[in-house]
């Protein structure tokens, strides 16, 4: 059984603090789906139904980003629109950079895909953005603020103030990822109840709703994930077993997680960057001029970029267009799928 878990990921991050809520004393319980490129929110307290938090644009899901200008910290929409003009001044895309050593594989790679940031090493041998000739950020610090967000959207959707949180990470990450992610969170007034690998989570979700179809005979499915910045797959087994906690023989489900694979460098933002660089050879072919000199014109292509692998996923050809990419010019330019491949 092959299975898209995209439709069940924030559903099963909500459930999730069900199952640690009497660590808290009855208190509410946030769980954030913090991925490279978006990020979403849970909320459960005791007595209420699970509710999913909403941005102030009304959305389900917020973009991973945070952006500074002119003395103001923007997050989301309002940070990729900032990101546009001054692509330096908004930091994205920040996952795969927590707990790595400067002269990491990962961290190289990001350096080629946005060279407009100024990287620079710290005096523990990680990576810091230099944001201006005061200001200094490592990617622990520009997560947190992430983290804090997602707890104000929570605090404000529910009326009081919330400290305990549930996180999602890949389960590819290791225990200086792992450590990294909640160094971010206690920044951001949050307690982790619980770093749970996506996968696993996919799958408890899916075994609650299918809890009649779970048996003595154990079953199996496959569960497939690709996402912005990487590719997961995990084969789960469920079926009851027996225990004895409370005195008595009952049954209940279990699942374990029999094996996995993922590619933590193949996601849809890496289709997009390759559209990115297909556009730029178009514009250079056509005597554009040095379009990778300029951070603004480059973030002008990899929103371009961005914007038609979604409307290539369902249409065979369109136009790439963009007004005054460099130097007053604009540019148009016809793309098919197969460019893609």
Not at 42 to 58: D, T
């Amino acid at each position: 059984m092959a299975l898209n878990p995209k439709m069940y990921g924030m559903l099963c991050l909500v459930l999730l603090p069900l199952f640690l809520s009497h660590h808290t004393d009855a208190a509410a319980v946030i769980s954030i789906d913090l991925g490279s490129e978006w990020m979403k929110i849970g909320i459960v307290s005791p007595g209420v139904p699970m509710e999913i938090v909403l941005n102030k644009e009304s959305k389900r899901k917020t973009p991973a980003v945070v952006a500074f200008r002119d003395d103001v910290r923007t997050f989301g929409e309002d940070a990729v629109t900032v990101g546009v003009r001054f692509p330096k001044n908004s930091y994205k895309y920040l996952l795969d950079l927590l707990g790595k050593p400067y002269d990491h594989p990962l961290v190289e790679a990001y350096r080629q895909r946005y060279p407009y940031y100024d990287i620079v090493k710290s005096e523990r041998g990680t990576i810091e953005f230099v944001h201006d000739e005061k200001t200094r950020f490592t990617p622990e610090e520009l997560v947190a603020q992430l983290l804090a967000k997602a707890k104000d959207f929570a605090e404000i959707n529910h009326g009081q103030q919330i400290s305990e949180c549930v996180i999602t990470v890949p389960g590819y990450f290791n225990q200086a990822e792992r450590r990294a992610l909640k160094e971010a969170a206690a920044l951001a007034g949050l307690n982790v109840l619980q770093l749970i690998n996506d996968y696993t989570a996919i799958a408890i979700n899916y075994g609650i709703f299918r809890r009649k179809e779970i048996n003595e005979t154990a079953w199996h499915a496959l569960f497939f994930d690709m996402g912005a910045g990487s590719t997961k797959a995990a084969l789960v087994e469920y079926k009851t077993v027996k225990i004895k906690e409370k005195g008595y023989v009952e049954t209940v489900p279990q699942l374990q997680v029999l094996g996995v694979g993922f590619d933590r460098t193949l996601g849809g933002h890496e289709m997009t960057l390759r559209l990115r660089e297909h556009l730029i050879k178009a514009w250079e072919a056509n005597g554009g001029g040095d379009v990778r000199a300029s951070p603004r014109a480059m973030e002008k292509l990899l929103k371009e970029a961005e914007r038609l692998k979604i409307v290539l996923s369902a249409n065979t050809e369109f136009y790439a267009q963009i007004e005054s990419l460099l130097d007053d010019k604009d540019f148009k330019q016809l793309l098919n799928y197969q460019i893609i491949v």
